[in-house]
């Protein structure tokens, strides 16, 4: 099979709710990323063979395959193509792997992949429901499905009462994801003082840096907030964080990488993608871990850095007990509870993330893998090169 190489990984800073990016339209956004993605690579933007975005809750300012307009907004080739995807908080990781495909297959040769995410400008799911109770459509994507409801009953299905099933089931206490999500900001904190992302992020005005990182939070600030459903141990300070931003990467063939001089950075050497239980919805990571590993004959032990979304503090803490993974090589330069979660442009932020800090490190290879709506989660297995 042929190989896909990825060449150049950039994001935006991670704007906080209502911070400096909130008021830019999310297609500027994506925009933003393009225009340094073609810049930093060097490449042709005409020879890009398509543009594989993920966005969630595509109404408004991000409807209208909002890929095509991202591109075309960035002032590059109108013969370009675009399409965006929704496989919910894992879009863009699954748009890596459409692009990462469409080159294993020898079909293509330069594809981009990203995505972008205005939550600011719509909360998730809020537009959704919006758009759907003009037309008297009020069950939601679940409740009005006969087959669903024989299936899976009344069952509660949210990412709260997903979260809490996992700490409940793995016996996370409120004190272990505090400790969590401190740790968190710790070592976002870190990484933003020691400059860690300054080459994997570019500028968007006045936002230089990610805004999410709180200098002055502590566990007891944290022990002060209520749960977010009675009775629970879920709170805010152990869930991402609202946010803003866009991220992009260029996937290339070995084809492309040799005819157009391009420079190889890492070669996609992994990529799946598995389901489970929809209700708990967030456990997903730990049997797709498990099936990546078993697929490449490789040990949680031969992985040298780990990017697991952080959705909320239990999916990370369950992941670490199954995989019996290193904690000091998982999400070390802190994560969403920190950094933010901008939903559509997540997946290619982490691994740009991940990229960079392989090359700072000299690790060999990264995982991601991150959970997503309806108990889903990829596997991305990157080596550095």
Known sequence: ???????????????????????????????????????????DPSLVEDVVFGCLDTVGPQAGDIARTAWLAAGLPEEVPGVTIDRQCGSSQQAVHFAAQGVMSGTQDLVVAGGTQNMTQIPIAFASRQAAEPLGLTDGPYRGSEGWRARYGDAPVNQFHGAQLIADKWGITRRDMEEFALRSHQRALRAIDEGRFERETVAYGDVTVDEGPRRDTSLEK????????????????CSSQVSDGAAAMLIASERAVREYGLTPRARIHHLSVRGEDPIRMLSAPIPATAYALKKTGMSIHDIDLVEINEAFAPVALAWLKETGADPERVNVNGGAIALGHPLGATGVKLMTTLLHELERTGGRYGLQTMCEGGGQANVTIIERV
């Open 1 to 43: 099979m042929a190989e896909a190489y990825i060449v150049e990984a950039v994001r935006t800073p991670v704007g906080r709710r209502k911070g400096g990016l909130a008021a830019v339209h999310p297609a500027d956004l994506g925009a933003h990323v393009l225009k340094a993605l073609v810049t930093r690579s060097g490449v």
């Open 222 to 237: 944290m022990a002060g907030l209520q749960p977010v459903m009675e009775g629970g141990t879920i709170t805010a300070a």
